[in-house]
């Protein structure tokens, strides 16, 4: 697929969520038309799987009668091959295409990709059927299909926020039958191309909705999602030297985007794992990870309060990323002291300001030859008390801090303020410094601003070669970190202040002195001008 053709695909899809707007907030369509999707892609992968099975047979998943006895028996095996490889299974009656044509007659015509600019999905004038139901019962279905398997718990209650009974989509029930049914038509005249394997087209595309919601939904888009520029640097930092990873881990993952971009730095990724409080943002993680080809095995996502009721505790990764909730609130529990992820620090971050919690987390789940990576806010790097005591603690006593890396401001959804990367080793190459990159003032101002490429490509360089650079970068002796009291405000470190170019007082003067005959000699103009015509000058 060509980037043209790609561009198509995101604008289809693009819009086709526009049809399910109407008065939904950016993050109650987004569930929709996600959900829809990921249905989608699930039936064309079934339909695939199915189909290379029964070629040495000469026939079709679609042409199986399901209610013969031979039927029911292609059925059984099918059941069990799919679930094994896939982790769920369809019928050949519950897939997208058959769904979507049932719901808008048997007469449908969809165009597809190169459809017509007045039927730029489809021709669904047919006769509409009532499918809500079905559809209801499918969607179920794909879960149970999952009960007692291994893939159970990644499709446990999956589809829950399609809820196809709100109001929202209808005000009758046949109203929002015609609603799900012209969207459904729309999406089922879009090929995904699941054959191409050369790129992940549709990853790529889902990732382009997530990031359009976001642009939307406010202060509640840093619930699900990172900024692309933001995750790419810090994917970057925790693959340095890196060519496989055998784990990844967010302790707050929001829409799993994260981590997947992890696996771009890398050729390989074994595993993923990963929290999130959020139960629909976790629902779009599990979708998130199925979507992008990530088996059911390779993922571990779970659903809890990362702080309170950590669910990877015993375990250690190569790879740590992170973009928590800005100073968020937390119990600060003084059971928490008793906390192997804590006790060590002789004081819990405050209750008002989550920021090191997730920190000292991350430490803890982070192996000793892993990198970790963390978003932020600029406060956390100078405010005092229990914070500056843990900073201290993480400098001098473990000397775990490696870099930390100054962002623009206004460059996340929700919020303009100024933020940071806190990079983490255990085991660190250069034990006698700590790096300073001020990249606060690089950047495209937009509305939103955002990183460039040279932007991301000029920290990873810097970081890497860890070289200090006028105006840009520093490399702190731990001595002078320590002088410092352990503040890690980035303008102590690094010069970034412009001296202003010397005042010439002479050309100055010159300048004024000119100006001042000027003004005499239009005032001596227009007093003749007056005289001429009779009147008094106004001065």
Not at 89 to 106: H, I, Y
Not at 252 to 275: D, H, I
Request: charged share 30%; glycine share 6%; with cysteine.
């Amino acid at each position: 697929m060509s980037a043209d053709q790609k561009k198509q695909l995101e604008a289809k899809l693009w819009d086709i969520a526009d049809t399910l707007r109407g008065k939904m907030d950016a993050d109650e369509f987004r569930d929709y038309i996600l959900g829809f999707i990921f249905y989608k892609y699930l039936s064309e992968r079934m339909h695939v799987f199915a189909n290379q099975i029964l070629e040495e047979d000469g026939i079709t998943y679609e042409s199986i009668d399901e209610h013969t006895p031979e039927g029911k028996e292609f059925m059984d095996a099918m059941r069990d091959e799919a679930v094994e490889q896939l982790g769920y299974f369809l019928k050949p009656s519950e897939l997208f295409q058959a769904v979507a044509r049932r719901g808008n007659g048997k007469q449908l015509v969809v165009s597809g990709m190169a459809a017509e600019p007045d039927l730029p999905y489809g021709n669904s004038h047919a006769k509409s059927t009532f499918i809500l139901e079905d559809l209801t019962r499918i969607l179920n279905n794909i879960q149970q299909s999952t009960m007692g398997t291994e893939s159970e718990e990644d499709f446990d209650h999956l589809f829950e926020d399609l809820d196809l009974t709100s109001t929202k989509l209808g005000r009758t029930e046949k109203d929002k039958n015609d609603l799900i049914a012209r969207v459904l038509a729309h999406l089922d005249g879009i090929d995904f191309k699941l054959e191409d394997t050369e790129a992940d087209i549709l990853g790529d595309a889902y990732e382009y909705l997530i990031g359009k919601f976001a642009s939307g939904a406010g202060k509640k888009a840093g619930e699900f999602y990172t900024p692309q520029e933001v995750s790419k640097v810090l994917a970057k930092l925790v693959t340095t030297g890196k060519t496989k990873l055998k784990t990844v881990y967010d302790p707050t993952c929001g829409s799993g985007s994260l981590l997947l971009r992890v696996a771009r730095e890398v050729k390989e990724v074994s595993n993923f794992y990963g929290q999130e409080l959020n139960r629909t943002t976790y629902n779009l993680a599990r979708m998130n990870m199925i979507l992008h080809g990530v088996h059911y095995r390779n993922f571990d996502i779970r659903q809890e309060d990362t702080l309170e009721r950590p669910q990877h505790l015993d375990m250690r990764f190569e790879a740590v990323v992170a973009n928590p909730p800005f100073s968020a609130e937390w119990s600060a529990n003084p059971i928490h002291m008793s906390d192997d992820r804590f006790s060590q620090y002789g004081k819990l971050a405050p209750s008002s300001k989550a920021d090191f919690a997730f920190v000292q987390h991350m430490i803890y789940q982070l192996a000793e030859n892993g990198l970790m990576a963390v978003v932020l806010p600029h406060g956390a790097l100078f405010r005092g008390g229990a914070e500056g005591h843990i900073r201290q603690y993480l400098i001098e006593d473990r000397n775990y801090l490696d870099a930390v890396i100054g962002l623009p401001a206004n460059i996340f959804y929700g919020t303009s303020i100024p933020t940071c990367i806190l990079v983490m080793k255990k085991c660190r190459e250069h034990p006698g410094d700590i790096l300073f990159i001020d990249a606060s003032q690089h950047f495209e101002v937009k509305t939103q601003n955002r990183l460039r490429d040279e932007d991301i490509d000029r920290i990873i360089t810097t970081y890497r070669e860890r070289v200090a650079l006028e105006k840009y970068s520093y490399v702190a002796p731990l001595a002078e970190v320590r002088e410092n009291e352990y503040n890690l405000n980035i303008p102590r470190y690094v010069d970034t202040f412009e001296e202003e170019e010397p005042v010439d007082l002479a050309a100055v003067s010159k300048e004024l002195a000119q100006l001042n005959a000027d003004m005499a000699r239009t005032d001596v103009e227009i007093a003749d001008f007056c005289k001429q015509l009779g009147i008094d000058t106004p001065f």
